[in-house]
């Protein structure tokens, strides 16, 4: 199974900064995924990332507020720009693993905006 | 990709197997049910996934009506490392366009296992 390392793993931030999320995966993946969980809520895709190709954002979520990078097989980055305490949420990362279609996740950053 | 219905939450003493229940109803004939956990301040654990037929693996059992519209999660001798959110997600395995590969969480069904 692969293993996701997120780097922060919390962090607390000012309003109208950036803070950018790291995510490693120990194997090549094709797919990495990222999602936000708001305070007692389920997990909500943000989007998908594809080495090679623009990220693809879900509805209610743009790239010049969470751009996205994904500069080979085992490593992306998530930035959240111009940060409100609407965005105070965990931040997950997550990647497919093609030969079983089973998705893994990181422990996640924990995300204060002050 | 089919909705699903859990219970918000269960009780199950430890060391008893716990029995979680989903419905999807509306699941179609080429999506797999799948289930993660999500243990308090980490991120979603994959537990198991099938199409129709029983799954077990060394964490838990996967039943699936014969009409498959609904399954249930067994994890035969819960322990108090078992307390978690228990997703219940249905999906179409491998590519299928737009949105595949997708998970879809709902609200899940928060398990308190008791000692």
């Known amino acids: 199974s692969a293993v996701i390392s997120q780097k922060p793993s919390r962090d607390i931030c000012q309003r109208g900064t950036s803070l950018t999320i790291q995510c490693q995966v120990d194997s090549q993946v094709t797919m990495m995924f990222w999602y936000r969980q708001q305070p007692g809520q389920s997990l909500t895709l943000i989007a998908t990332?594809?080495?090679?190709?623009?990220?693809?954002?879900e509805s209610g979520f743009v790239i010049d507020k969470f751009p996205i990078s994904r500069p080979n097989l085992t490593f992306s980055t998530l930035t959240v720009s111009n940060m409100s305490p609407e965005d105070s949420s965990i931040y997950l990362c997550?990647?497919?693993?093609?030969?079983?279609?089973?998705?893994?996740f990181g422990a996640g950053t924990r995300l204060s905006v002050l | 990709d089919a909705k699903t219905t859990q219970p918000t939450s269960m009780d199950c003493a430890e060391g008893r197997a716990a029995n979680l229940p989903c419905n999807h109803s509306?699941?179609?004939?080429?999506?797999?049910v799948y289930w993660y956990r999500q243990i308090h301040s980490q991120g979603p654990q994959y537990i198991i996934h099938g199409l129709k037929n029983n799954e077990t693996n060394e964490m838990a059992s996967l039943i699936i009506t014969e009409d498959r519209k609904s399954s249930t999660l067994i994890l035969p001798h819960a322990t108090l490392r078992d307390t978690a959110v228990y997703y219940c997600?249905?999906?179409?395995?491998?590519?299928?366009?737009?949105?595949?590969?997708?998970?879809?969480f709902g609200k899940g069904t928060k398990l308190s296992v008791i000692p």
């Open positions: 990332a594809n080495q090679g190709s623009e990220a693809t954002y």
């Open positions: 997550s990647a497919r693993e093609g030969s079983s279609d089973i998705q893994y």
């Open positions: 509306t699941i179609s004939g080429n999506e797999y």
């Open positions: 997600i249905v999906r179409v395995a491998g590519y299928s366009g737009a949105g595949s590969y997708q998970l879809t």
